[in-house]
């Protein structure tokens, strides 16, 4: 088991600047070591972010955030985060931390899911 919990979500205006927080703790959190971030804006389907394995050597972007967003870990703390940068009303979601056993699976089929922090970016 896996528990994942988010923080650092909040209203932002556009152009500025938020980071998101993950604490990850269970019994299993060594066994899924890669980490990411999916979001869900309303209305739509929830869309991969960004993810990084456990040595944090890879990263991985969706396309939408490239350049901007920025996935880091501290693997002593079992945390990651996302530095979000020049925001945009288009990045209004609930942000879900994950985990996955692999970076395969955490891009696409992530195995543990945090609860959610709404991000609200106005223009």
């Known amino acids: 088991q896996v528990q994942l919990v988010e923080s650092g979500g909040g209203l932002a205006q556009a152009g500025g600047s938020l980071t998101l927080s993950c604490a990850a703790s269970g019994r299993a959190v060594d066994m899924f070591a890669a980490r990411g971030w999916f979001r869900q804006a309303p209305g739509k389907v929830r869309e991969f972010v960004a993810a990084i394995t456990w040595s944090g050597e890879d990263t991985y972007y969706a396309l939408p955030v490239r350049g901007r967003f920025t996935i880091s870990r501290d693997n002593t703390n079992n945390a990651h985060y996302l530095q979000m940068n020049d925001l945009k009303p288009d990045d209004t979601a609930v942000y879900f931390c994950?985990?996955?056993?692999?970076?395969?699976?955490?891009?696409?089929?992530?195995?543990?899911w945090g609860q959610g922090t709404q991000v609200t970016v106005s223009s």
């Open positions: 994950v985990a996955g056993v692999d970076s395969a699976r955490v891009r696409f089929n992530p195995q543990y």
